[in-house]
């Protein structure tokens, strides 16, 4: 067990994020122990095991506990630890808001469809539906058509994509913006969506969902 606890642990920390279907990362997800003890070897170095059941892929994180030795004291890193902007964060939280909340709405209902149809009462539960079956993508065009007068209008949007390309939160790809391995890792579902759903990005969120989809 030390050998894989050492490895899948070093991945983690050398890659940042690893699919859930990898063998390792599979072993952690269903096999209690294997868990607990790269949980307990994780947070011996300030670190904790990030991981939901609608992502695609598990990653690291540090502590709370931690952030402050890690990042400085002060206020300048509780809103940004990775040197984004705030128009990045803004766009982040958009593109947050039009991928992983209708992706999360997808994924209940399939469950709740699945299990409403499930004739064996004990049997396994199914997995999650992932990827591209469930999480659309949002076309670029229509992105800055929305929120270039918001966001510092299409050039700076356009490098703000490319940093959180980088990072791992977005995938671009023909001219659209694809979930990364991190965006429904790194941000809290429970604390942003009932921020988003109830306040002031709610009604553009509306108003854009029932606007045509361009091409």
Not at 67 to 76: D, L, T
Not at 100 to 128: C, H, T
Not at 131 to 143: H, Q, R
Not at 183 to 209: F, H, N, Q, T, W
């Amino acid at each position: 067990m030390n050998d894989a606890l050492s490895i899948l642990s070093a991945r983690l920390i050398a890659h940042r994020f690893i699919a859930r279907t990898d063998p390792l990362a599979r072993r952690a997800l269903v096999d209690e122990d294997f868990r607990r003890s790269l949980e307990l070897r994780l947070n011996e170095v300030g670190l904790t095991l990030l991981e939901n059941p609608y992502a695609e892929h598990i990653a690291v994180g540090l502590q709370q506990d931690m952030e402050a030795f890690v990042f400085g004291e002060g206020e300048a890193w509780l809103s940004n630890n990775m040197s984004l902007p705030r128009d990045a964060i803004a766009l982040l939280i958009v593109l947050w808001s039009l991928i992983i909340l209708p992706k999360r709405e997808r994924q209940v209902s399939r469950a709740e469809i699945e299990r409403e149809g499930q004739a064996d009462m004990f049997g396994a539960a199914k997995p999650l539906a992932q990827g591209e079956d469930v999480s659309v993508g949002v076309p670029e065009d229509a992105l800055f058509a929305d929120f270039r007068e918001k966001l510092g209008g299409k050039t700076r949007m356009n490098a703000n994509l490319g940093q959180l390309a980088r990072l791992g939160f977005i995938e671009r790809r023909n001219k659209m913006v694809h979930e990364g391995p991190l965006l429904d890792l790194m941000l809290d579902y429970s604390v942003l969506a009932p921020r988003i759903i109830e306040g002031a990005l709610a009604e553009v969120l509306k108003r854009r969902a029932t606007e045509p989809a361009v091409q």
